[in-house]
């Protein structure tokens, strides 16, 4: 496996990452420097209405994460309609924040479900105005390929309702969507612990993005750093290529008692 081939790519840039952090609800900014550190993330994300973009370049958040090979994906958490989605993108890009934005609409105040109608609504306003656009979206197949048909760069369905910890409720769905795409899926929302990240990989999306099951964490470096090594085994455990799953037990070794397997052209020229 050569290390190009392992490269996640969005937006025109290879990425060396395929954890993405989220910045809130850290305990203090030095823990959540730390963790960015023990990830290895380069994209991080930030909800826009956190930042003063008046003075981008000052703003404490934004302090914390500079001098750093990062890519910003700021959010538009807080929004309840395509058009203040839309609005919210654009102020973070005139403040130099790039052209990078995950549309993040919610639908119910207590759910934080995504709203499907106003999430494709605002994906194909800011495809069109040249935003790398990575919307969030429940785990609804048809739902994915319209974001993708609209012109998202990539499609990223919750594993479970944001902030849960439940993990992957639906992974038929999830690996359907992965399936379908012609785009890089990224399960953002409802993992829990390195567990569900790896279980995410090896359904084959191409990546996740973890906020609250780090920062809420009793070590949120650790965890980190543990997410890190989830998403990484996930990743080459699905490259793999697991053995099927077999309804009755299976010996390891041969009827003769071998303990390799013998090329198929080889036990054919047995006598």
């Known amino acids: 496996m050569n290390a190009a081939s392992s490269r996640l790519e969005i937006g025109g840039i290879a990425l060396r990452s395929r954890l993405f952090l989220g910045t809130g609800r850290y305990p203090s900014p030095a823990v959540m420097r730390e963790a960015l550190e023990a990830s290895g993330a380069q994209v991080v994300t930030f909800a826009v209405r956190r930042v003063d973009l008046d003075v981008a370049e000052d703003d404490p958040l934004l302090r914390q994460t500079g001098g750093k090979d990062l890519v910003y994906l700021p959010n538009t958490s807080g929004a309840s309609t395509a058009d203040e989605a839309v609005r919210i993108a654009r102020l973070a890009r005139e403040a130099g924040l790039g052209n990078w934005v995950k549309v993040e609409i919610s639908g119910h105040p207590r759910l934080l479900l995504p709203d499907p109608a106003e999430t494709l609504k605002a ?7 040249g935003f790398t656009v990575l919307p969030y979206t429940s785990d609804d ?3 994915a390929l319209r974001l993708e048909e609209a012109g998202a760069a990539a499609v ?7 902030g849960t910890g439940l993990g992957i409720l639906n992974p038929y769905h999830l690996g359907w969507i992965v399936e379908n795409a012609g785009v890089p899926v990224i399960v953002d929302a409802g993992l829990g612990s390195a567990a ?7 359904l084959g999306a191409d990546g996740i993005l ?4 780090v920062a809420k964490a009793r070590d949120p470096v650790a965890m980190a750093a543990a997410m890190r090594l989830g998403v990484e085994a996930g990743w080459l ?13 299976s010996a390891s070794s041969d009827e003769a008692g071998a303990w390799f397997a013998e090329p198929t052209a080889a036990r054919g020229m047995r006598p």
């Open 196 to 202: 569900d990240a790896a279980t995410a990989m090896e």
């Open 237 to 249: 455990s699905r490259q793999a290529g697991r053995i099927p799953r077999r309804a009755y037990a």
């Open 141 to 143: 197949p048809m739902q």
């Open 123 to 129: 994906t194909e306003r800011l495809a069109r105005e």
């Open 156 to 162: 990223m369905p919750g594993g479970s309702p944001i």
């Open 210 to 213: 973890v906020n609250t099951p």
